[in-house]
């Protein structure tokens, strides 16, 4: 009976006391490893409960370390862990290790033009069709993400504020830098390039996003439309 009590199953706790509901409740960082362990379970056993359970495995390698060392083999010999619980711990103890090891991967900071020139050019200089590429920036004008909107033909692609701004909203961008490649080689902005380049200013302004350019890719060559059009 004394066994029975120590591990209720989690179903006979006050609804409040349950680890999900505190994990929903107060946030992760308010549980124990046990009731961490017991999240993962779902379950416990017919004798002992789910967080008993994760006590007993906790109490049995003395800590999360060893416990992190142990194999799926190893940890199927603790009574009440069968193979689905053992795979859970590891790949769980495994995501935290990976968590612990990662570094953030060096993001392309955008000074000026150039810079976006010597980052996009590679990729679409000898592109016989049109591209439009938007420039997702943070607050330091780092490069988040690079979108294609799209691809056209011989001339000319269609790039609407729509589908610049959309992805940027996404993503939480601060700010948008957009560029596009003439395949005939001379980077002369279009009347059209010139009048999507007020649209996106109009669109940014609204949306609450710094436009910082608009830079029109040629044969090694390029024109910022920022420093044509001084805005």
Do not use: W
């Amino acid at each position: 009976m004394v066994d029975q009590a120590k591990g209720s199953a989690v179903r006979e706790m006050p609804p409040e006391e349950r680890p999900r509901e505190r994990l929903k409740r107060l946030g992760a960082e308010a549980l124990r490893d046990a009731e961490l362990l017991a999240v993962l379970f779902r379950t416990g056993t017919r004798q002992k409960g789910a967080v008993a359970l994760a006590d007993d495995l906790l109490k049995h390698y003395r800590g999360l370390r060893a416990l992190a060392r142990a194999s799926v083999e190893e940890l199927m010999q603790v009574p009440g862990l069968g193979e689905v619980k053992a795979i859970e711990i590891k790949a769980a103890l495994e995501l935290g290790k990976r968590l612990a090891l990662h570094v953030e991967p060096k993001r392309h900071r955008i000074r000026c033009a150039e810079d976006v020139v010597n980052f996009i050019m590679p990729h679409y200089k000898d592109s016989e069709v049109e591209h439009f590429v938007v420039l997702l920036l943070n607050t330091k004008n780092d490069v988040l993400k690079v979108v294609e909107v799209s691809a056209g033909g011989l001339d000319a692609t269609l790039a609407l504020p729509r589908d610049v701004f959309r992805q940027a909203v996404r993503e939480g961008a601060a700010g948008v830098i957009v560029c596009h490649n003439h395949p005939s080689g001379d980077p002369e902005p279009s009347a059209d390039d010139i009048a999507l380049t007020r649209r996106l200013q109009e669109g940014a302004t609204l949306l609450g996003l710094r436009f910082l350019d608009h830079i029109v890719l040629g044969d090694g060559k390029h024109v910022s439309l920022k420093e044509r059009m001084a805005f």
